[in-house]
C-alpha cells in the first residue's frame, strides 16, 4: 500500500472489475425481499400472539406504554453514530427484527422448554424458574445476536468497529423489549381489570416502573456486550480467524450471563431485585457507558491523525482533519450549510463529514494491515464522494476553522493558512468535476 496517497486529478467515479452475471437469488432486490417477507411475517405473527393474550384493550394500553422510551434509546444510540452514522436501513432492520423474528423465537422457544421441562419433571413452579434464568437468556440473546451476525456479515462495510456493533445491538435490543413491555404491561392491564385495581397500587403501575422508568437500558446492555464482541472482530486482521471467532462468542456469553442474573434477581428475596440492580447492573451499565464515550473519542482522534495524508496530497485543505475530529466544529459546519445553502447543503455536508470519516478509518485499517483486497477501489470511492459535495463543504468547513480556536501546527494556526478557491454553493448533483484548488507546500502536522 503506497504510504500516501495519489495527488487529485479528475475523479471518474467508482472502478472496478468486470462483473459475472448473478444468480436470481443473488439479487439485491431478492434478499431485501425476502427478509421483508420475513420480518413482516414474524411482525403478524407475533402481533397476533400478544393480542391473543393481552386482549385488544390490554395490547393497546401495553403499545402506549411500551412505546415511550423507545425514542429516547433509539436516539441515544443514534447519537453514539454520529462520528460515522451508519445509514437508517440498518437501524431499522435491527429494530424489526429485535421487535419481531427475535421477539417471535423467543415467545415460542421459552413457552416450548418451559412446557417441556414443567412436563419432564411435574414440577411447574421449577420449570418457570428454570426458564427465567437458563433458557431465556440463552434463547433471547441468541436470537438478538442474530441481527448483530447478519449486519456484521452482509453489511460488513458499515460495521467497522465496536460503536458500530454497540449501535447494531443496542436498536435490536431496544425493539426486542419494545415488544416484550406490551405483553407485560399489557397482561399486568388484564389483571388489574380483573382484580379492580387502578392507579399507583395497580400491577400496571409498578410493572411500568419496573421495566419502563427504572430498567429501559436493561436488554440492550445485556445485547451490547455481544455489539461489543462483534466489535472486536471487526477490528481485527483477516488473519486473526480465532479473534474474530473467539470475541462474539464470548460477548454473547457475557450477555447470557447477566441476563441470567438479571432475571434471577426476583428469586433471591424481598431486596434481590434492588441488590442486583444496584451493586451490578448501574455500575455495569456506566461502564458500558465510559466505554463507548472513550471509544468515541478515540475514532475523532483518528480522524485527525489520518487524514493530514490527503491534505499532503491535495485533497483536504488543512483545517479540514481537526474540523472533522470535532464534534462542535462539524455541527458549526452544518449550520452554516444550512443557512446559506438550505438544507440540500447542511445534508451534503453532514455527508462529506461521514465520508471522510470513513476514509480516515480505511487508512487507519489499512496500515495497520487489517483492510480488504478492495482497499484501493474503496479509498477511491470515498474520495470521488467527498469531491462531489467539496462547493458545499468547504465554505462551511472554513467557517468552523475561523470560528473555532484550534491549537497550530509547524508554527501556524489553521485558520492562517494559505486561502482556497471556494465554489459556490450549486446543485448537489451538478458538479462539475475540474482541477484542485491550490494548496499550500507545507505540512502543517509536521512539527
Known sequence: MATCPPYPTHPTGPTGGALRHAHWWQKRWVRYGALSTLLALSGLVILALVREQTGTEGFLVGLGLAVLPVPLLVASFRWL???????????????????????????????FATRWIATATADPSHAD????????????????????????????????????????????????AFTENILYLGTAFGTDQLSGDSGIASVT???????????????????????????????????????????????????????????????????????????????AFGLLTWLVIWTRQRELRTVREELPAYVVAGWLTP???????????????????????????ARAVGQYEAYATSLAFLRHRGRRGQAGADFVVRERELLHELWGRREFARPALEHAVAAQAWPTYGGQAYAASAPVHWQPYGPVNGHMYGPPAPYPLYNPYRS
Open 81 to 111: 453514530d454520529r462520528v460515522e452514522p451508519g445509514p437508517w436501513r440498518n437501524l431499522l432492520f435491527s429494530f424489526a427484527w429485535g421487535a419481531c423474528a427475535a421477539a417471535l423465537i423467543a415467545i415460542v422457544a421459552n413457552s
Open 319 to 345: 483545517g479540514e482533519p481537526y474540523v472533522l475530529g470535532s464534534m462542535r466544529a462539524r455541527r458549526v459546519a452544518r449550520q452554516y450549510a444550512r443557512r446559506h445553502g438550505g438544507r440540500e447543503a
Open 205 to 283: 403501575a409498578a410493572t411500568f416502573f419496573v421495566r419502563v422508568i427504572m430498567s429501559p437500558f436493561a436488554h440492550p446492555l445485556f445485547t451490547v456486550l455481544t455489539g461489543i464482541g462483534f466489535g472486536i472482530a471487526a477490528l481485527s486482521g483477516p488473519r486473526q480467524h480465532l479473534r474474530r471467532v473467539l470475541f462474539p462468542i464470548s460477548g454473547l456469553l457475557l450477555a447470557m450471563g447477566m441476563h441470567a442474573m438479571w432475571n434471577g434477581s426476583s428469586s433471591l428475596g424481598e431486596y434481590g431485585f434492588f441488590a442486583v440492580y444496584t451493586a451490578f447492573m448501574v455500575p
Open 129 to 176: 424458574t428454570l426458564g427465567a434464568t437458563v433458557i431465556a437468556p440463552i434463547v433471547e440473546e441468541t436470537a438478538k445476536a442474530a441481527a448483530v451476525l447478519l449486519v456484521f456479515l452482509f453489511r460488513r462495510q458499515d460495521f467497522t468497529g465496536i460503536v458500530d456493533g454497540v449501535v447494531i445491538a443496542g436498536v435490536t435490543a431496544t425493539g426486542f
